[in-house]
């Protein structure tokens, strides 16, 4: 009898990040994981932050708005619930696709912290809470990934998507 091969693994990574991984990050790593999973696509999302020291006021494992809204999406918190975690090299290097939430607030720290991947980062423009209420901001993020998907799977390949603004 033969032995049964494994099928190598396809799955591809698309690495969000914010400054604080508390919030904004969170709930797209949340949201597109559950999508990809609905559609059975070979995709996975993690979710890092580029200063985690910025976040004083940032208390447990997630911000109270992210779990209300997730919460009222269906989506499950369990895998989700982990303290904020700091982006490294290694997160970089293993992700497919890195997608910043707010360039004016992320390529700074980009430039600053990690300045050989800034040029392959999707930078989107969703305001933290200083500019726009999570009402306002979490839809935002559930439509950039809702589009970020019909891109992964339509025309466009990774490698195209990592070159688009």
Known sequence: MGVALEKPTTTRTVLFLCTGNYYRSRHAEAVFNHKVAAGGLDWRATSRGLALELGVNNHGPMAHATITRLTALGIPLDPYLRMPAILSEADLAAAHIIVALKEAEHRPLMTERHPAWVEKVVFWHVHDVDFA?????????????????????GSYSAANLEDRP
Do not use: C, F, W, Y
């Open 133 to 153: 209420s999570p009402d306002e901001a979490l839809p935002q993020i559930e439509q950039q990934v809702h589009d970020l998907i019909n891109r992964l799977t």
